[in-house]
């Protein structure tokens, strides 16, 4: 299965759902798939390795185990980033009155299909 096919399969399953996208190491789009502007989820998916990078400093410093995702709830929206592997991530965005629970749950079964493909 593709990158665009999962991704474009994950917004479509969660309702209120902005946009997810694959990025790297560097914060460079690989593939996106939304329902805004690109640069929107563009410009977040480039800070995510900010997030990551501070919660595997603390991670490794409580000796908690890898960081596999994190979700981000603002008065606006939920932001959900994962690890892929070592050099990508997924990012989406999704509206507040969209169930974080139920986008979690997308999200995870759509990270498990792009290690695949990975």
Not at 56 to 67: F, I, L, Y
Request: net charge negative; glycine share 6%.
């Amino acid at each position: 299965m593709s990158f665009e096919i999962i991704l474009k399969e994950l917004v479509d399953s969660v309702p209120q759902a902005i946009g997810a996208i694959l990025v790297d190491w560097e914060g460079e789009a690989v593939m996106e798939h939304c329902l805004c502007d690109p640069y929107d989820i563009r410009f977040i998916a480039a800070h995510k390795g900010i997030i990551l990078a501070r919660l595997k400093e603390m991670q490794s410093a409580a000796q908690a185990g890898e960081v596999e995702d994190v979700v981000v709830t603002s008065s606006k929206g939920h932001l959900i980033i994962g690890c892929i592997d070592q050099d990508y991530s997924l990012v989406m965005n999704v509206a507040r009155t969209s169930p974080a629970a139920l986008a979690l749950y997308h999200f995870r079964r759509a990270v498990g299909e792009l290690k695949k493909e990975i």
